[in-house]
């Protein structure tokens, strides 16, 4: 029996290994079909780390390939599926942009099983296409299994089932074109698959964009054992190989498509295979430069698509013949009653080659006919030249187009679908004009398509249904790969590209009324999976730019109060229109805060392009991108560097700035530019280049904050900041925290402190301090007279060289900010520091974890009861309840103490919580304690609003 069975199971796959074969995984008329042989699938692994694999799966959505790269490794083909321990796994998710490869993945794993190359681990391995109706249509999980002998179905079915799907692998590929109500639920036949309730020893492999990643990671969290694995874009130097590969024939074309491709934008996009692939295919086409934004890249695809296919129905004549001669007769009586000067007529027909010289001279010598008569002489000569040659027919309505007195019957003769879209509400919105060189039938299917891709993408489904073959031919529809062929007897069809139907359908919604176009925009912009619709939403559309107008997009663009994003800043970008932009952004600042955890170089130049454009001041906040050294050099080359004439606050705060970009940022500095505040926090400056950045604040007349915390200054670069603090004379904050100074660097960065004028923040925490340039920093705080805030927080003071700075600060009149948190205070330290707030007007002390026990508060309480102190910090200190009292004791009665933190304090008693507590009941002028967790139940209902439960 058990034999039988096998023979069953093994009739299936040599079925499954035959229909593998079958299938074709890229169309001939669709891009990369000349070079599919060149074209590399590069997998890598997942990570466990969730942060980082977030930054990777932004990193993929916008092209930044080197982060991918550097945080993951390579999987080969061959291990898909399996651990490195050897066991396998029960789930695998392929995830990817749009057009980087997933599908062609999926087939080519089926077919090299069928093959026997890789995979022999399962005995079966089944690709469903999930775009497939029939797929989506299953309510049974035998529904999903076909073989045309119903016997060796059920046979294997059975066999399955009893083994709950072990050694079995099933890939259902496009998780993410199924309709959202398929993902998830009970009722989804491929989440139960997916979870692992039914067939739970099967082993699933998914493919999906990101955009429905959220929903698969739901159902995959279940799972024990899942495998994360992307497929990855083309990097620099198989953009490069593909090139050459593409042009090998063609040295000159190759080298006009270089220049092209400095272009940033257009560089940007051909990480994705098939983004380069139409490139390539558009630019060889047109012998020249196709496009710069997505819209015109896929008005152009659309375009050269709909071009062959008009050329290749000429080739059949009879089909030509006959459309040309029907629409002839159809106009026939309006021809002849409408043509005015039929002599004239001729001869540009004769000039055109589409009547012979006989008739011309018959119709311009013989006086005895009339006008009618000759009318009827050269209709009868194009009709009968049309039947010989049906591409005559379309010079013959260039002809008459050129004639104004002909207008109507030319415009009838086209059909409305020729004609100009509607101009509703103000805003014109002419679409056909992307497509104005083609026939009248062409265009009428091409509405039919975009109407199937609007209902499509509104419904949240893949195109599936059967089309007639004058639909089929235009080549934006291609077959469903069908694994089982002989399962339908008719084929279904979806676009070849889900980026092409959007594209589509965001084509048939711009001819819609303005009103109705709003209405779609407004409900879409906020649904990931339908980004790319508003998008060409935005490149397809024309906007006046009357304040009325310009206020309802941008209520939807950029609704008020909102920052404004990368996704919105694209949208702006593919109108082209830079006084759109200019009203859009109006004179108000603008934040510009980065969302997404990459950015890539079509991204940065974006954002240039949108700031360069506008007329206002820009804050832009790119911390911790992971920017590459190509996309860091858009800020200062793109409109030549342009950008920094409106930019007044960049954060460019963990992102890896090479010495090269540095000395970039540092020319600008030295230029006149709006820039007032600068962020390189943890941004890898090396030595050269933090010293480029540092002599262009030197000269630098604008600049108020410079951050440069976490990068490593030397004593050289040390001693050129403290040049530049002695000659700036705009700088009021400096950031220094964690820079690995030496004690000379950081004597001569103090030293530049004594004679700057305008400095008012300073932080050096985490930077080692010994006594001598403790001592030295008190002796000038004791003459400064512009420092706010000082930040020596964790800075490994001794008692003797804290005790130095704390005599300076007691002379100093300006200080109100004072950070000595993570540094030892004993009960000396404390009763100087104590005397030192008897005479300052310091509103804000922060003393986190400084060892602080009750001698040390009971010293420190003499003090404060003197002092102006708004905001007083004692998180983490080991003092007990004599402390707390004496703390009590100082609320009581103090005129200005608005917060204690006093979280973490683990000496702590009940007895001491009362004791604030009971104070905080009396004086209303604390607003906030802060305690710990444990100690809310002795809270009074009372203080609830003004007590807090952390050490923030």
């Not at 099967?202 to 994360?228: E, G």
């Not at 082209?576 to 805060?593: A, V």
């Not at 009971?858 to 983490?876: A, H, M, N, R």
Request: aromatic share 6%; hydrophobic share 40%; glycine share 6%.
């Amino acid at each position: 029996m058990e034999n039988k069975v096998q023979q069953k199971v093994e009739q299936y796959r040599t079925f499954l290994t035959a229909s593998y074969e079958r299938v074709q995984i890229t169309k001939d008329q669709w891009p990369p079909v000349q070079f599919q042989e060149f074209i590399k699938l590069v997998t890598v692994e997942k990570l466990d780390d969730v942060t980082k694999e977030d930054i990777c799966t932004e990193a993929m959505m916008n092209g930044n390939l080197a982060i991918v790269k550097r945080m993951k490794k390579p999987i080969e083909m061959e291990k898909i599926g399996r651990f490195e321990d050897g066991t396998l796994a029960s789930c695998i998710i392929v995830g990817g942009i749009p057009g980087v490869g997933k599908s062609t993945l999926a087939w080519q794993l089926g077919r090299r099983w069928g093959k026997k190359e890789i995979l022999q681990h399962f005995q079966l391995v089944i690709v469903l296409c999930l775009r497939d109706e029939r797929v989506q249509k299953a309510r049974k999980i035998s529904e999903l299994f076909y073989h045309p002998n119903t016997v060796v179905r059920e046979a294997v079915f059975e066999w399955i089932s009893t083994t709950l799907g072990e050694n079995v692998l099933l890939i259902l590929d496009g998780y993410d074109e199924l309709p959202s109500d398929f993902q998830i639920g009970d009722r989804s036949i491929f989440a139960r698959i997916i979870k692992g309730e039914e067939l739970p020893k099967l082993t699933v492999l998914v493919t999906s964009r990101p955009s429905a990643n959220r929903n698969l990671y739901q159902l995959c969290r279940i799972q024990a054992k899942c495998q994360y694995i992307e497929v990855v874009g083309f990097d620099e130097k198989e953009i490069q190989e593909y090139i050459e590969h593409a042009f090998k024939h063609n040295i000159e074309l190759m080298e006009r498509f270089q220049l092209y491709i400095v272009c940033p934008h257009i560089h940007s996009l051909m990480y994705v295979p098939i983004n380069c692939a139409i490139i390539l295919e558009l630019f060889m086409e047109h012998k020249g430069k196709p496009s710069q934004t997505l819209t015109e890249l896929y008005t152009a695809l659309t375009n050269t698509l709909l071009q062959r296919h008009e050329q290749k129905a000429k080739e059949k004549t009879p089909v030509g013949m006959t459309y040309a001669v029907d629409l002839l007769k159809k106009h026939y009586i309006d021809l002849v009653g409408t043509i005015q000067d039929p002599a004239g007529l001729a001869g540009s027909l004769y000039s055109r080659g589409i009547i012979s010289k006989l008739v011309m001279s018959k119709v311009q010598q013989r006086g005895d006919l009339i006008t009618k008569e000759k009318n009827e002489v050269l209709i009868n000569a194009v009709e009968a030249q049309v039947t010989t040659d049906p591409s005559v027919f379309q010079m013959f309505m260039e002809v008459m187009e050129g004639e104004p007195s002909l207008s109507t019957i030319v415009e009838k003769m086209r059909g409305p679908s020729d004609s100009v879209a509607r101009n509703k509400g103000g805003v014109t919105l002419s679409k056909m004009t992307c497509f104005e060189a083609l026939s009248s039938t062409t265009l009428s299917q091409l509405q039919t398509v975009a109407k199937l891709a609007y209902q499509g993408t509104i419904n949240d489904r893949l195109i599936s249904h059967t089309v007639e073959d004058n639909i089929e031919s235009l080549g934006l529809l291609q077959k469903v790969p069908q694994l089982y062929s002989t399962s339908s007897p008719k084929a279904s069809y979806n676009f070849v590209h889900k980026t092409l139907q959007e594209f589509l359908t965001a084509w048939y919604v711009s001819s819609l009324p303005t009103s109705e176009q709003r209405v779609f925009v407004k409900d879409s912009i906020t649904k990931p999976h339908m980004a790319m619709t508003v998008r060409f939403m935005a490149g397809l559309s024309k906007f006046q730019t009357s304040s009325k107008d310009i206020y309802d997009w941008a209520s939807i663009v950029m609704p008020v109060g909102k920052q404004i994003s990368i996704e919105n800043l694209h949208w702006v970008f593919e109108t082209e229109n830079p006084t759109f932009i200019q009203k859009l952004m109006g004179n108000k600042e603008q934040t510009f805060y980065c969302f997404c955890t990459s950015l890539n170089p079509c991204d940065l130049y974006v954002l240039v392009y949108c700031i360069v454009n506008s007329s206002t001041k820009w804050s832009v906040n790119l911390t911790s991108r992971d920017m590459t050294d190509k996309c860091m050099k858009m800020l200062f080359l793109v409109e030549e560097g342009k950008a920094f004439h409106h930019i007044t606050s960049l954060k460019l705060s963990g992102n890896t700035i090479l010495t090269s970009i540095a000395s970039l940022l540092g020319m600008m500095l030295k230029e006149k530019n709006t820039l007032k505040e600068l962020d390189l926090c943890r941004c890898g400056l090396q030595s050269e280049g933090l010293e480029e950045v540092i002599k262009g604040v030197q000269v630098n007349t604008r600049l108020e904050t410079l951050d440069l915390s976490e990068n490593t200054i030397d004593d050289m670069r040390a001693s050129c900041l403290g040049m530049m603090l002695k000659e700036n004379t705009t700088l009021k904050q400096l950031y220094l925290r964690y820079c690995g100074l030496q004690p000379d660097g950081l004597e001569d960065v103090i030293k530049g402190v004594q004679v700057n004028t305008k400095l008012e923040t300073l932080v050096l925490s985490e930077n080692t301090i010994d006594n001598q340039r403790a001592s030295y920093l008190g002796m000038i705080l004791k003459e400064n007279n512009t420092l706010k805030q000082l930040d020596l927080r964790d800075s490994t003071l001794q008692p003797a060289g804290l005790e130095e700075v704390i005599k300076g600060i007691e002379v100093n009149t300006k200080l109100e900010n004072l950070r000595l948190s993570d540094n030892t205070i004993d009960k000396k330290t404390a009763s100087c520091l104590a005397h030192a707030l008897k005479h300052i007007t310091l509103s804000d002390l922060r003393l986190r974890w400084c060892d602080l026990r009750d001698e040390a508060i009971s010293e420190l309480c003499g003090g404060l009861k003197l002092c102006k102190l708004k905001t007083l910090e004692l998180v983490g200190n080991e003092f007990g309840d004599q402390g707390a009292r004496g703390l009590a004791d100082v609320l009581k009665d103090h005129p200005t103490l608005e917060v204690l933190n006093v979280y973490g304090c683990g000496e702590l008693s009940g007895e001491g919580v009362k004791c604030l507590t009971d104070v905080m009941m009396s004086n209303t002028r604390v607003k906030m304690l802060a305690l710990s967790e444990k100690y809310k139940p002795l809270v009074p209902q009372k203080l609830v609003n003004r007590i807090k439960y952390d050490g923030l």
